[in-house]
């Protein structure tokens, strides 16, 4: 059973590029959860998302940033218009969650290292 | 004064001893992880717990509710324990499932 994949693993852009980072959870989840790491700082949620709906996005910032989890396929974080300060890993977790849990483990990607030039 | 706050933010031991990591937090929860990141980035769940304590290895996991309190401990570290290790929790009111993660524990084991 593969674990939760995320792609590219690294990715550099220049300042004003778009980025787009792709997540695929588990097989069986259909809960995906993005969390970013700035440069010597702690994890930081951005957004929740189950399949076509977005459940949570009070940690994105307000512009730019961008989230689907489409029926079919990965699930899509997209910054556009990248700053220096977007520099980061980004991580991507999945968990089953069943409708009567409130909460459960998250399984983690291995992340995505952005660079903007 | 963030709701989640781990001690020590470093941690320096030798091969063999026991080791302690503890996590307070300051909102209501339904379950409290501790996560262990690597030095290369990658990040594993260790525990998932809402009560008690939960054993794994030589990880032993409590939490205190009543105290708002949870330990992570080592036992017989070893160098290979290196790593950080993230306290986070989940399913407050307005939080919902999302992980709110402390700072993290930088923890290194000398040989």
């Known amino acids: 059973n593969a674990g939760v994949m995320q792609n590219p693993r690294h990715l550099v852009r220049r300042r004003g590029q778009e980025a787009r980072l792709r997540c695929s959870p588990m097989k069986g989840h259909s809960h995906v959860y993005w969390y970013r790491q700035l440069p010597e700082e702690g994890l930081k949620f951005m957004v929740y998302?189950?399949?076509?709906?977005?459940?949570?996005e009070s940690g994105m910032p307000k512009e730019r940033f961008s989230a689907e989890f489409p029926k079919e396929g990965p699930s899509i974080l997209r910054i556009q218009q990248v700053v220096r300060g977007d520099s980061a890993a980004y991580f991507c977790?999945?968990?089953?969650?069943?409708?009567?849990?409130?909460?459960?483990?998250?399984?983690f990607g291995p992340g995505t290292r952005l660079t903007v030039l | 004064k963030n709701e989640v706050e781990q001690s020590p933010q470093n941690l320096t031991a030798q091969e063999g001893e026991f080791i302690t990591i503890n996590c307070s937090y300051s909102v209501g929860i339904s379950a409290l992880h501790w996560l262990q990141q690597h030095p290369g980035g990658g990040i594993v769940s260790l525990f998932m717990l809402s009560s008690g304590k939960k054993k794994h290895g030589r990880l032993i996991a409590t939490i205190n509710i009543q105290e708002k309190h949870s330990s992570l401990h080592i036992t017989a570290s070893h160098p290979r324990d290196s790593a950080v290790y993230i306290c986070a929790v989940s399913g407050g009111e307005t939080s919902g499932s999302r992980l709110t993660f402390g700072e993290g524990t930088q923890l290194t084991v000398n040989p």
């Open positions: 998302l189950q399949k076509e709906n977005i459940i949570d």
């Open positions: 977790a999945s968990s089953p969650l069943s409708q009567l849990a409130l909460t459960d483990t998250q399984y």
